[in-house]
């Protein structure tokens, strides 16, 4: 017997196939002598194993017992029931919750202000760039770069 009959045999046989004596005692026979059909026979009954799935079992049907009780529950004195609204709190002004960010940008405005044209920032005659340079110098150093990054 090769591997393909012993591997088509064992898989009719994990499926519930009824093999014959003579094929059966054939494929028992091949399964002591071959380690290859033996791991086909592990794998395939793991598989069967990981794949296996039954019919859901039977659910007994509560629509209508749960409809009457929702229906009595509906009739029954409502003195259970009680409704809450939430109490609406006065209305506040806006004007506290923005004074700490019309605050901040004042205070924001003034320092950047003093950082960027304050007393030591400013240039001395003749040292200011003129906007060519600037240009110029980027274009000699492109020349040398392999790629720019922002």
């Not at 399964?31 to 059909?37: F, G, K, Q």
């Not at 006065?90 to 004074?99: E, N, T």
Request: with cysteine; net charge neutral; aromatic share 4%.
């Amino acid at each position: 017997m090769n591997h393909d009959q012993a591997e088509r045999l064992l898989s009719a046989r994990i499926d519930g196939e009824r093999l014959s004596t003579r094929a059966t005692a054939a494929v028992e026979q091949h399964l002591e002598t071959c380690a290859e059909c033996r791991a086909f026979e592990r794998g395939a009954y793991r598989l069967r194993e990981a794949a296996r799935f039954e019919v859901a079992p039977a659910v007994p049907d509560l629509v209508d017992s749960v409809m009457s009780a929702v229906g009595a529950e509906a009739e029954g004195p409502r003195s259970r029931l009680r409704v809450v609204r939430p109490q609406r709190s006065p209305r506040r002004s806006i004007l506290p919750r923005l004074a700490p960010v019309a605050a901040a940008l004042v205070v924001g405005a003034l320092i950047g202000s003093l950082v960027v044209g304050g007393p030591w920032q400013r240039p001395e005659a003749g040292s200011a760039f003129a906007a060519t340079d600037v240009v110029e110098g980027i274009s000699a150093a492109a020349a040398r770069l392999d790629a720019y990054q922002a």
